[in-house]
């Protein structure tokens, strides 16, 4: 029987593997290090090589350099490699360590000094506005040591947690009068509610300068308005459109930190004269308004900075004669409308602080009846607040609130905005968590700890803690209110907007007494 085999089977490939390896070209391969293309022959043109690009940058290098600005570095690295190698010596490895001023970013070791000198972070020397702590009621190393730490609630016994809630319930039917609802409105906000998807800001906005127009805050064209806390000035932008300002107006933004998308150069305006919009990044509690540039009859819109005076011989032996025995002229200031929208908790005040204090200070020469027109502040956050900086400590004696329970009444507080963390079943059988009500920067989660309360304590369930937190917000408040009234201000509470709008719709609004 013949074979059946295939030939190639049948014998061995070897053979032909060779004779087709005879026929085709070696392969191609791309290598991994290609050589560098020749160096530019356009004159000047920088020498260094962009890997990604393959090609040489196209930048103009300085006449005898190499390399461009951008890429000189490479220049000053061969340089000092071939000093290594002419010399034989090891260069130390240079290392990068966090900057001193700010630890965010980091500095070559040895570059330290320079970068010292440029960096942004770098302290400025402190204004003439800027005194520490000037706006503290007792200052932090004065404060009870119970305090100045978080104490839960969960660590007290049944019965000392139920005399507590009792306690306020009682001071609250006492101290706590009934507060009045006016939700108001104003024409400047009626174009951004048409064309807001977020009307809540919008609705919110409104009512307050609404409020500042019925309580005759926006009829001076003189007046400096200080927005505390301003963010980025939203507000201030729309109180220059309800005054209809052409340039006249003063507006100061006072915050802690520069924020990103200011609304500046709204305040700014489009006229010629543009008016006198000035942002001090500082915190409320060193701040010494009086000292505030701005506030002067002096400096306007067209005259933004402060006079200088002219030296003459004459004047300058007077003012030394005269240096320990004659106090500072006196310049005139511009009536102040202070406004906030949402002061967080201890910000409120150590703002009313400021206020009254430059009351004090300015009444002793001011012509104005008050120096201080109006305050509007919407009030939040009331969990944020601290013992050392609540202005009227003697209301808080008055009613027999120790600092430790100060700590626990702050606590309390948050139930009033907590997050409803009971589930309620849905139509098909599952769960669903309730949906929050109001604006998500002041919710706060219930703790867990707490949520265990009504276990022991009768009734006190979730609906009941919201209201026991309303009534430990509204002592605190009704404190501001009688600080106030201390000093000279006709204050109330208001809630400005419903509650669907804002879980936090309480403002405090104050005018000088008549």
């Known amino acids: 029987m013949a074979d059946s085999k295939r030939p190639l089977e049948s014998k061995d490939p070897k053979p032909i593997a060779e004779a087709m390896a005879g026929t085709l070209d070696a392969p191609v391969l791309h290598p991994r290090n290609p050589p560098l293309p020749p160096v530019p022959d356009r004159p000047r043109q920088c020498h260094f090589f962009l890997p990604g690009k393959r090609k040489y940058c196209s930048l103009t290098a300085r006449m005898g350099n190499k390399y461009c600005g951008e890429h000189h570095f490479m220049a000053e690295a061969e340089a000092k490699k071939s000093s290594s190698t002419d010399s034989n010596e090891e260069q130390p490895v240079r290392k990068r360590i966090p900057c001193p001023f700010d630890p965010s970013h980091t500095v070559w070791e040895d570059d330290m000094k320079p970068h010292l000198y440029k960096c942004n972070a770098r302290p400025k020397e402190n204004p003439s506005l800027f005194c520490k702590d000037v706006n503290l009621t007792l200052q932090p190393e ?26 306020i319930r009682d001071l609250y039917a006492k101290h706590v009068p009934e507060i009045r609802a006016s939700i108001l409105s104003h024409s400047a906000l009626d174009e951004r509610k ?8 919008a609705h919110q906005q409104a009512s307050l300068l609404g409020h500042m127009d019925r309580l005759q805050m926006l009829s001076d064209p003189t007046t400096c308005f200080v927005e505390f806390g301003a963010g980025r000035g939203e507000l ?33 305006g489009l006229e010629e004269i543009k008016s006198l919009v000035k942002r001090h990044t500082i915190d409320i509690k060193d701040l010494v308004l009086a000292e505030v540039p701005e ?31 004659k106090e500072a002229e006196y310049v005139e200031k511009k009536p102040v409308v202070a406004v906030s929208k949402h002061l967080c908790g201890g910000a409120t005040d150590i703002t009313l602080k400021c206020l ?14 008050s120096p201080v ?3 509007l502040i919407a009030l939040c956050c009331h969990q944020l607040c601290h013992h050392y900086m609540y ?5 808080l ?9 100060f700590v626990y009444l702050t606590r309390m507080s948050s139930w009033a905005v907590c997050i409803n963390p009971t589930k309620t079943a849905d139509a098909s059988g599952g769960s669903k968590a309730s949906e929050p009500v109001g604006e998500e920067e002041h919710h706060v989660e219930a703790d867990k700890e707490l949520d265990e309360l009504r276990t022991y304590i009768p009734g006190l369930d979730f609906d009941a803690r919201e209201k026991l937190g309303q009534q430990c917000k509204r002592l605190l408040d009704i404190g501001r209110v009688l600080y106030l009234r201390e000093n000279g201000f006709d204050a109330e509470l208001v809630y400005y907007v419903d509650k669907e709008t804002s879980l936090e719709n309480l403002a405090l609004m104050a005018v000088p007494k008549q």
């Open 356 to 369: 009254t204090s430059y009351q004090e200070s300015e009444r002793k020469n001011s012509p104005l009846p």
């Open 397 to 405: 004696r008055e009613i027999g609130i120790t600092p430790q329970e």
């Open 295 to 325: 506030l002067r009859r002096d400096v306007t819109a067209t005259q933004r900075e402060v006079p200088v005076k002219e030296v003459t011989e004459s004047t300058e032996a007077n003012d030394t004669t005269d240096k320990d025995t």
């Open 194 to 201: 048409k064309i807001t998807k977020n009307i809540k800001h």
């Open 142 to 167: 004065e404060a009870p040591a119970s305090t100045t730490g978080v104490d839960l609630l969960g660590k007290l016994s049944h019965e000392k947690l139920a005399e507590l809630i009792q306690k």
């Open 373 to 375: 027109k109006g305050i």
């Open 391 to 395: 202005p009227n400590q003697a209301f």
């Open 236 to 268: 201030s932008a729309y109180l220059k459109m309800a005054m209809d300002d052409h340039g006249s107006g003063t507006f100061v933004l006072v915050d802690r930190t520069p924020p990103r998308n200011k609304f500046d150069n709204s305040i700014l």
